[in-house]
Structure formats: structure tokens, C-alpha cells
């Protein structure tokens, strides 16, 4: 493979594989798809933060240097279409899609999630957790609507393409949350709210069960199996 410089490559899988979307790219084409896509476009992204490949290959970019999360199509690789402008002051985004075609889409420092709408993105994103107007930080309760309430840091975000449901990891709490496609109302489903260093392993496995009585400390990464298992 001899398109994208070593290192860089590395450091895009490494995100992929942290971001849970070795399997996204294992059944659209694996790495000489990621490559083609990206081999157009190495002078104009600078700084990558978050990268998500669709079931249509398409592949999705947030460059937070640019402030842009951006639309590569595989049926035309050599385009790079903004498909949202990001706030300056945002470090840190992470990228997920589900079936419908919409891109979600996570901004830790602001404290929300949103979403836009790949048939027209022209109109903005659509604000599904925290508040649009503030990046106040805080902790909605269990059962609640999240959208226009205080969220506190989310990071790493997946959503489950058959419920549709969003799982992200909120890291000012330490808990993996979910919010239901239904009705916009989050749960905590591993986590106590409180942050403690943990001293019963690195890694969890969640077998379509919580652990709502467990606290964590420094969480990384999120995958959602197409069981309901969460890692």
C-alpha cells in the first residue's frame, strides 16, 4: 500500500479501531477503500479528530483544525464537500451514522450531540442532546429528555443500527449513556455518575445488561455489537 504516508494511515485506523468501525470498514472494502478515499485530499485536511466510514463507503471527516466535518462520496473521491462548520473553540468531535442517513456527530467541549441530514444538509445540524444556545456542563437524570438539558463532556458516540438508539460515553460522569430513538430520553447504562479509578479490569463487556452500580474512571472507547452487546 503505498497511497497514504505510514504513519498516517496508522493513526487513521488506530481512530477507526477506537471509534468501533473496524467493521464498517471491513464490509465496505477495507483499507485500499479508506486509502482511495482519502488519497485525494491529503494537503486540505489538516487535523483529524474523528472518522467514520458509511455502508455506502462513503467516508466522513471531522477536522477540527478546519473547523469542518466533511463528505467524501465514493463515487466521487476527488470532491470534499463541507458538510458542517464546526464552532472554533470545538476539539474534540466524534462521528457515527445510522441507517436513515443521518451523521451524528458529538462536540466534547460544548457539551451536545447533533445530527445532520445527508439528503439536505444545507440545513444546518439538528440539535439532539444539550443545550444549542449555551456549553453549560451538567448531568441530566435518568428518564429524562436530553435535548435542552446540561450534558457533561461527551465523547465517543455509536449508534445502533437497528434501534436506532445513540450510545455515547458522557466523560465529565464517567458512564456510558444511551438515548432512546423513540422518545429523546437517556439512561445510563454503565456508571454511577461519579468518577473512581477502577481496579477490576481495563475493558467491559456489557451482555445486553447494565452496570449501573459500577464506577469508572478515564473511559475510551464505544461498540455497540449487533447483539445489543456494548464494549
Not at 483544525?65 to 458538510?83: D, Q, T
Request: aromatic share 10%; net charge negative; with cysteine.
Amino acid at each position: 500500500m503505498t497511497g497514504l504516508p505510514t504513519v498516517l494511515l496508522v493513526s487513521f485506523l488506530c481512530q477507526l479501531w477506537y471509534l468501533g468501525r473496524a467493521v464498517s470498514l471491513s464490509q465496505s472494502g477495507g483499507l485500499l477503500e479508506l486509502e482511495r478515499l482519502l488519497a485525494h485530499h491529503r494537503q486540505e485536511i489538516k487535523s483529524i479528530s474523528s472518522i467514520w466510514m458509511s455502508h455506502d463507503q462513503d467516508l466522513f471527516i471531522a477536522d477540527i483544525k478546519a473547523s469542518k466535518i466533511y463528505h467524501v462520496s465514493s463515487g466521487s473521491p476527488e470532491s470534499l464537500v463541507v458538510l458542517a462548520q464546526l464552532e472554533p473553540d470545538e476539539k474534540a468531535v466524534s462521528l457515527s451514522g445510522d441507517n436513515d442517513g443521518n451523521l451524528y456527530y458529538s462536540e466534547f467541549l460544548l457539551n451536545r450531540i447533533q445530527k445532520v441530514l445527508l439528503c439536505c444538509a444545507e440545513q444546518g445540524s439538528i440539535l439532539v442532546a444539550g443545550k444549542q444556545s449555551s456549553a453549560e456542563q451538567g448531568f441530566t437524570a435518568d428518564g429524562e429528555i436530553i435535548r435542552n438539558k446540561a450534558m457533561s463532556h461527551p465523547s465517543d458516540i455509536f449508534i445502533d443500527q437497528q434501534s436506532q438508539d445513540i450510545y455515547y460515553l458522557e466523560v465529565g460522569v464517567c458512564s456510558i449513556r444511551r438515548i432512546s430513538s423513540e422518545d429523546g430520553r437517556v439512561y445510563t447504562i454503565a456508571g454511577t455518575g461519579y468518577c473512581e479509578q477502577s481496579t477490576s479490569g481495563d475493558y467491559l463487556v456489557l451482555t445486553r445488561g447494565m452496570a449501573t452500580s459500577r464506577s469508572f474512571f478515564d473511559l475510551k472507547g464505544l461498540f455497540v455489537n449487533s447483539y445489543g452487546d456494548v464494549y
